[in-house]
């Protein structure tokens, strides 16, 4: 089994915070990359924010500078702090994964989504 377990989405005000978690569980081989991606109705999804694994990080250019992507390695967790939310972060955000999860085979793994409005 492979579980993907997102929290900490919602509704906020313009310029609020919000920190979405991701927690992996399953029989862990090896995990790669883990990071965030986001889809808003009518676009497509898009990368938010990733870590690599052995310390590099990825920011979309919109959120650069207002998010933050942090690792647990020892929780196989990943989280992202979101600081001065806008309208536009208003989406699905999903977990994503790569690594061997109760296999040696390499893939990729997804989140069932947490919404994050932001709204005044």
């Known amino acids: 089994q492979v579980q993907l377990v997102e929290s900490g989405g919602g509704l906020v005000q313009p310029g609020g915070s919000l920190r979405l978690s991701c927690a992996v569980s399953?029989?862990?081989?090896?995990?790669?990359?883990m990071g965030w991606y986001r889809q808003a109705p009518g676009k497509q999804r898009e990368l938010v924010a990733i870590d690599i694994t052995h310390g590099s990080t990825n920011y979309a250019d919109s959120v650069r500078g207002r998010f933050t992507i942090s690792r647990d390695n020892a929780k196989n967790t990943v989280n992202l702090q979101m600081n001065n939310l806008k309208p536009e972060d208003t989406a699905v955000h999903y977990c994503?994964?790569?690594?061997?999860?109760?296999?040696?085979?390499?893939?990729?793994?997804w989140g069932q989504g947490t919404q994050v409005t932001v709204s005044s």
């Open positions: 994503y994964v790569d690594g061997m999860i109760g296999t040696t085979t390499n893939r990729g793994y």
């Open positions: 399953g029989t862990i081989f090896r995990l790669s990359a």
